[in-house]
């Protein structure tokens, strides 16, 4: 019985030798408790097979040791950038991470600026002693035109007037005795290809007030491209005689009114005008998370994009730009950029309306202090605009009643400089172990690290409360080595680390209480944040954790 006993266990330990050799070629691809399992049933059953030629057989221990994952994880700089909650928009350009922080102001339009006042023609008037009737019954024809020059709210030199709301009320005061068919038109308002026009019929003593919606209409202010701010109208009278004598002081008189009159485009000579900007401000929260150390920046800029539909060209003056930093105080931009000539910038004005003409300039390290400004840390980017509609006074212009200024803001930061502090985390969900009778284990972090930055890594165990039960590295930090540049800045090749903690059983069993298993890290850039490196799209901090743990398990 004792020799079939050892062939047993012989047998069986060279199986079991086996699969720990299998076991430390790699880390086990399923789940633990499933691989482990898997293996103690194959175990048994092979020793079912010779129980039946055993009378009695004796307590057997086994004490294996099972290895498996526990993360195996990619860590890239947009996704720091995202899980920091940036309202910045990360993007590729040449293959290097770019920050981009995006704000718009936009002015107010035309409307804001540019207004038709209401508007009083003179009167036409016909005396009731120049009426002469030929003969009882006849009639007579009177035809009256006039010209005037209307009031531009900003003294304008106006060529026409596409107007969107407007009234015009016709004024008709008539005593003469007899019956009257008026034609009242005006030839510089029109409506396609017809001019406004209203035929009123009365007689004796009489008082009309018409008004005429003329939204839609074209207001023609140059009298056949010969002036400008010019209407003209006339009125056509049709007199009959009705057997009554005309006195001498009677007459017909007509004027009228251009009231409540709202542009939907204005063309002419504009003026200049000036205006001013809301102040706003950017959130650059990507600083939120440099904890301690310096950041610095090769070549941040503000790029400066203005969209301008007004049809006349303008002058645009960065009154302010300031960065905020975390503790109130502020740093101004200076430099070239923001004097004189090259602020203020001269805007391009579309050719046509409706069109829209795009002025791009940028503040860079090379005209302003915006490299000190990026790598003060700001919490905002505050800026505050103002400037002045056809400085030049170009004679002709146009605008819509929606014409307005966007001026977009991009404050860009491209990942290439020093930085240190910046802290990086992961949360996973984490059950325990997942084996009982736990004796020990050794956790295994490799890392391969693709970016040139250093960085100190730590791995915490968290329980459902939020609290964190243990850490696995007792020093506290792990150094995740950079990898190295070549001499531009860009990193070369990957560079690996292997780190193992042993861990007994009264810290297994602290560890089997957490239910997250948090991965946190702080970066710097190489040799403590003095190389200026460069961030690539495509590079990773790629970290593997595994555990090897040591069982015991009896046999009866």
């Known amino acids: 019985m004792k020799v079939r006993q050892t062939r047993y266990l012989g047998v069986h330990t060279r199986m079991y030798e086996y699969f720990m050799r299998m076991k430390n070629s790699c880390f086990m691809s399923s789940a633990p408790k499933t691989a482990f399992l898997l293996f103690m049933s194959l175990f048994m059953v092979s020793c079912l097979e010779d129980l039946g030629n055993l009378d009695k057989i004796g307590k057997i221990t086994l004490e294996p040791d099972v290895a498996f994952p526990l993360i195996g994880s990619d860590f890239t700089f947009e996704e ?76 304008e030199q106006l060529d026409s007037i596409v107007l969107k709301a407007g009234q015009l009320l016709v004024n008709i005061q008539s005593s003469l005795s007899a019956s009257v068919s008026l034609t009242f038109t005006v030839p510089s308002l029109k409506k396609g290809s017809a001019s406004f026009q209203q035929t009123f019929t009365f007689s004796g003593n009489t008082s009309l007030h018409p008004a005429f919606d003329i939204s839609g209409y074209h207001v023609d202010l140059t009298e056949s491209g010969t002036t400008t701010n010019t209407i003209s109208f006339s009125m056509k009278a049709v007199i009959t005689d009705t057997g009554q004598p005309i006195g001498n002081t009677s007459s017909l008189d007509v004027d009228f009114q251009l009231s409540g009159l709202k542009f939907s485009a204005l063309f002419g000579q504009l003026g200049t005008t000036v205006f001013q900007t809301a102040s706003k401000s950017m959130t650059t929260n990507i600083f939120d998370n440099v904890k301690s150390g310096t950041f610095s920046l090769q070549s941040p800029s503000v790029v400066i994009r203005v969209d301008n539909s007004f049809g006349l060209p303008v002058s645009l003056d960065i009154q302010q730009m300031t960065a905020v930093k975390s503790d109130g105080s502020t740093i101004a931009l200076s430099g070239a950029a923001v004097s004189p000539p090259s602020n203020p910038y001269l805007i391009a004005a579309p050719a046509t309306p409706g069109g829209n003409a795009n002025t791009t300039f940028s503040l860079t390290s090379a005209n302003s202090n915006i490299a000190q400004i990026a790598s003060s840390l700001p919490r905002d980017l505050a800026y505050q605009y103002s400037g002045q509609l056809n400085p030049g006074s170009v004679p002709k212009n146009f605008v819509l009643d929606s014409s307005r200024l966007m001026i977009g803001v991009d404050f860009q930061l491209p990942l290439y400089g020093q930085l240190s502090g910046l802290a990086i985390s992961k949360t996973y969900d984490f059950n325990g172990i997942g084996i009982d009778n736990v004796e020990k284990s050794v956790i295994t972090v490799k890392t391969i690290n693709e970016f040139p930055l250093d960085a100190y890594l730590q791995v915490y165990f968290v329980n459902s409360a939020g609290a964190t039960v243990d850490s696995l ?73 595994g555990v090897n743990t040591h069982v015991q398990y009896s046999l009866h």
Request: glycine fraction near 6%; charge should be positive; hydrophobic fraction near 40%.
């Open 80 to 155: 720091f950038l995202k899980t920091g909650q940036t309202q910045g928009y990360v993007t590729n350009v040449n293959g290097l991470v770019v920050l981009t922080y995006k704000d718009t102001i936009v002015s107010p339009t035309a409307e804001a600026f540019f207004s038709v006042p209401d508007q009083q023609s003179p009167k036409m008037s016909i005396a009731g002693s120049s009426v002469i009737f030929p003969a009882p019954g006849s009639s007579v024809t009177v035809n009256q035109s006039s010209t005037f020059v209307i009031t531009p709210s900003q003294s």
């Open 473 to 545: 590295f007792a020093d506290n930090k792990v150094l995740i080595k950079a990898a190295p540049v070549d001499g531009n800045g860009i990193s070369t090749s990957p560079s690996e680390v292997l780190k193992l903690v042993t861990l007994d059983k009264t810290r297994i069993d602290k560890i089997n209480t957490a239910s997250f298993l948090v991965v946190g890290a702080s970066i710097n850039t190489t040799n403590s944040g003095t190389v200026p490196v460069k961030i690539t799209f495509d590079t990773k901090l790629k970290v593997n954790v």
